[in-house]
């Protein structure tokens, strides 16, 4: 009995370690894609201020062509500001999920209680 209590001691640490090892894994994917995430938003802002700045250009070029480009400017400068948002949230984001200590190591801290030191 005391040898199949301690089988079960062993598998139960075993266990324990193996959901450890998943919780962290799992902590540094969610890093990793709230960062992946913040880039893809700066992105895709700076790809919307330079379409932006090139319609500009060609208005000031080719002068006003018509009504519908002012909109078209318009409209561009607002997906910019949009889309200028929405990456500064999604860099927030992961500033507050994964920061770095002052070895410049990751530290992750997405749930408050469960936190890592990644290298």
Do not use: P, W
Not at 62 to 68: D, F, M
Not at 78 to 103: H, I, P, V
Request: with cysteine; glycine share 4%; net charge neutral.
């Amino acid at each position: 009995m005391d040898a199949a209590r301690a089988v079960l001691a062993r598998e139960n640490a075993a266990l324990k370690a193996a959901l450890a090892a998943a919780q962290t894994r799992g902590l540094e994917v969610a890093a990793e894609l709230a960062v992946a995430r913040a880039k893809a938003s700066e992105d895709m802002a700076l790809i919307a201020q330079q379409k932006l700045r090139i319609a500009k250009l060609e208005r000031q070029v080719y002068g006003q062509r018509s009504e519908r480009s002012a909109r078209l400017i318009d409209q561009l400068a607002l997906t910019f500001e949009e889309l200028e948002a929405s990456a500064t949230e999604d860099e927030l984001a992961a500033q507050k999920g994964c920061r770095q200590n002052d070895d410049g190591r990751r530290i992750v801290d997405f749930h408050g209680d469960l936190t890592r030191v990644f290298h």
